[in-house]
């Protein structure tokens, strides 16, 4: 080759390579500024995702704001890409794309810029617990045997099982994380109760115009939680899960109809026997018999701290100041553990007073 053809194809390759970029360019700005319906919608995988979509409260949203663009994180997201066009040209196709864990975990924490409130109270929780928390938790280790069932509520979008995660499964340890970058994973995300696409209406002013419709006529809302099932990997909204059938004894406890509590006990769950207070069961029994986990508890940050000043004045009808009774908050053990406590644990079953 001699030196002026060298010369020229060396002035075109600075060209090439500009209009690679330029074109690059277009496309990227293109696609992250079209409607969905010409971009994401348009692989038939993603438009069932984008049907609900745009049925939801977030529809107003760009989908880039919660699931970032081909370049949020860097070669890690360009490698993504492209193994999707990659089984796009093999032909690979899926009816219906998942995150995994890692995509849950990015997306969770684009939540707090939208609902930092609710973030900050689930930041300040137990549900905020990583996978460090619980899988090493040395006195939870030594009395139950780690098992696969606990990835029911601690790690439900694991694409590992229990033994893949950590080592040894026993109740002697030491324990260990079988790969160190999980330790600050967070086990139990924002979607493990509420699902982004799921119907819903904007928030909005009402009318007006029309003041019964303010508050008497106004419509019920969508529940917006639910619980994500691990081992058929479909989330189900709280007014489609069962409600809890508990006992005490042969005697049927009453639970709260609140579709939200159900979503509750999915965790916070009895024995195989339903009997109340075995295992993680929390329902509330005795005096508080029949109430909702919510009519104590924020549902985001879980601090049930004032809620006794909600229904109790600081002088009660029988002359005891419940404010400073010795319940669960400061005493696992309290013989007032509100969960359960009933009116003789206060008073002797003969001198209650009718004044």
């Known amino acids: 080759m001699n030196k002026p053809t060298l010369r020229i194809l060396l002035l075109f390759i600075p060209a090439i390579i500009l209009a690679l970029l330029l074109i690059f360019t277009s496309f990227y700005a293109y696609w992250n500024l079209a409607s969905p319906q010409k971009t994401c919608a348009s692989c038939h995988e ?3 995702s984008v049907d ?4 939801s409260s977030h529809r107003t949203l760009k989908c880039s704001e919660c699931h970032g663009t081909a370049l949020s994180n860097g070669i890690h997201s360009l490698r993504e890409k492209g193994h999707m066009v990659i089984s796009h040209m093999k032909n690979k196709y899926h009816d219906d794309i998942r995150m995994n864990e890692e995509q849950v975990n990015e997306v969770m924490l684009k939540c707090d810029r939208c609902h930092s409130s ?5 930041l300040a929780s137990g549900h905020s617990l990583s996978y460090g ?3 090493l938790n040395e006195k939870h280790n030594k009395t139950e045997l780690l098992n696969f069932d606990c990835l029911r509520c601690h790690g439900m979008y694991s694409d590992l099982d229990i033994t893949e ?3 040894p499964l026993d109740i002697k340890g030491p324990w260990k994380l079988k790969d160190e970058l999980l330790t600050n994973r967070s086990a139990i995300p924002c979607l493990a109760c ?3 696409h799921a119907e819903g209406t904007p928030a909005a002013r009402p009318d007006y115009a029309t003041p019964l419709t303010i508050f008497y006529q106004r419509k019920p809302a969508v529940f917006k939680a639910g619980f994500y099932n691990r081992p058929d990997k479909i989330y189900y909204t709280a007014e489609n899960l069962p409600k809890l059938n508990l006992w005490e004894g042969e005697r049927p406890v009453k639970v709260s109809d609140d579709p939200l509590m159900r979503n509750c006990v999915q965790c916070h769950a009895p024995d195989a026997r339903h009997q109340a207070g075995t295992s993680d069961d929390r329902t ?4 508080h018999e029949g109430l909702s986990c919510l009519a104590c508890h924020d549902p985001h940050s879980n601090d049930a701290r004032q809620s006794c000043q909600d229904c109790h004045p600081a002088i009660s009808n029988c002359r005891l100041d419940v404010t400073t009774m010795n319940t ?3 005493d696992p053990n309290s013989p007032n553990n509100i969960h359960r406590v009933s009116c003789t644990d206060c008073h002797a079953e003969k001198t209650f007073s009718r004044r």
């Open 118 to 122: 609710e973030f900050a109270g689930w």
């Open 194 to 196: 509420h699902q982004v």
């Open 284 to 287: 509330p029994r005795g005096v």
């Open 328 to 330: 669960t908050y400061t």
């Open 46 to 48: 993603i438009g069932r």
């Open 165 to 167: 995660l950590v080592e």
């Open 52 to 55: 609900m979509f745009a049925l």
């Open 133 to 135: 928390d619980f899988l």
